[in-house]
Nanobody, 126 residues
Framework: QVQLVESGGKLVQPGDSLRLSCAAS????????????MAWFRQAPGKERQFVAA????????YYGDSVKGRCTISRDNAKNTVSLQIDSLKPEDTAVYYC???????????????WGQGTQVTVSS
């Protein structure tokens, strides 16, 4: 069992930057946070869940969705069991609930993750 809790979502203006965080609690025998690939997805009302970014268990590989490429940085701190998402130059179309996800093994850009957080709302509006 891996529990994920996102934080940092809020109302921001277009052009602002925002940093989201996800704290993980790993309760699986013989595994630790550093065994899991992590990812961020987002979902806007009436739309499918969309891949944002993913990072390998050791932080050595990162993937980004086309909609955020160049504006987004994913990072992790395995000592603190956290993963973060920095988004710059926010646009109204970035408005969504942002979800943190974890899976054992390689990072994926699809929703094939075993564990999900409850999400944090990001609203970009003037």
């Amino acid at each position: 069992q891996v529990q994920l809790v996102e934080s940092g979502g809020k109302l921001v203006q277009p052009g602002d930057s925002l940093r989201l965080s996800c704290a993980a609690s790993v309760r699986v025998w013989t595994s630790t946070f550093s065994n899991y690939a992590m990812a961020w997805f987002r979902q806007a009302p009436g739309k499918e869940r969309q891949f944002v970014a993913a990072i390998a268990s050791n932080g050595g590989v990162m993937y980004y969705g086309d909609s955020v490429k160049g504006r987004c940085t994913i990072s992790r701190d395995n000592a603190k069991n956290t993963v973060s998402l920095q988004i710059d130059s926010l646009k109204p179309e970035d408005t969504a609930v942002y979800y943190c996800a974890a899976r054992w093994g390689a990072p994926l850009t699809t929703t094939e993750y075993s564990y999900w957080g409850q999400g944090t709302q990001v609203t970009v509006s003037s």
